[in-house]
């Protein structure tokens, strides 16, 4: 069993910057790919960053250059950190895990709470 515990969210202004972090336990198999998606108001859940374990990147076009993901395998740790964030950005962002790596939403099985991200001035 994967849990999967999000940190870092909060408020910040129009073009301002946060860092999130995900903290997962499992076996190290569980989390080998890992990714961050998000979901506002009324709105589906995206994917918006996913990592493998060896360090391959995949984003969704509407926060490439913007967003970064990395990991720490040592802390089985998987950060975004976000700039130039926009208004847009504003939702529950949700840290995810799973063996297989891919970018559509129903390849991963484990999910953690969310961190709430508000974008406003």
């Known amino acids: 069993q994967v849990q999967l515990v999000e940190s870092g969210g909060g408020l910040v202004q129009p073009g301002g910057s946060l860092r999130l972090s995900c903290a997962a336990s499992g076996s190290r198999f569980s989390i080998n790919a890992m990714a961050w998606a998000r979901q506002a108001p009324g709105k589906e859940r995206e994917l918006v960053a996913a990592?493998?374990?060896?360090?391959?990147?995949n984003y969704a076009d509407s926060v490439k250059g913007r967003f970064t993901i990395s990991r720490d395998n040592a802390k089985n740790t998987v950060y975004l950190q976000m700039n130039s964030l926009k208004f847009e950005d504003t939702a529950i962002y949700y840290c995810?895990?799973?063996?297989?790596?891919?970018?559509?939403?129903?390849?991963?099985?484990?999910w953690g709470q969310g961190t709430q991200v508000t974008v406003s001035s």
């Open positions: 990592i493998t374990s060896g360090g391959s990147t």
């Open positions: 995810a895990a799973d063996p297989k790596f891919g970018f559509v939403r129903s390849t991963y099985g484990s």
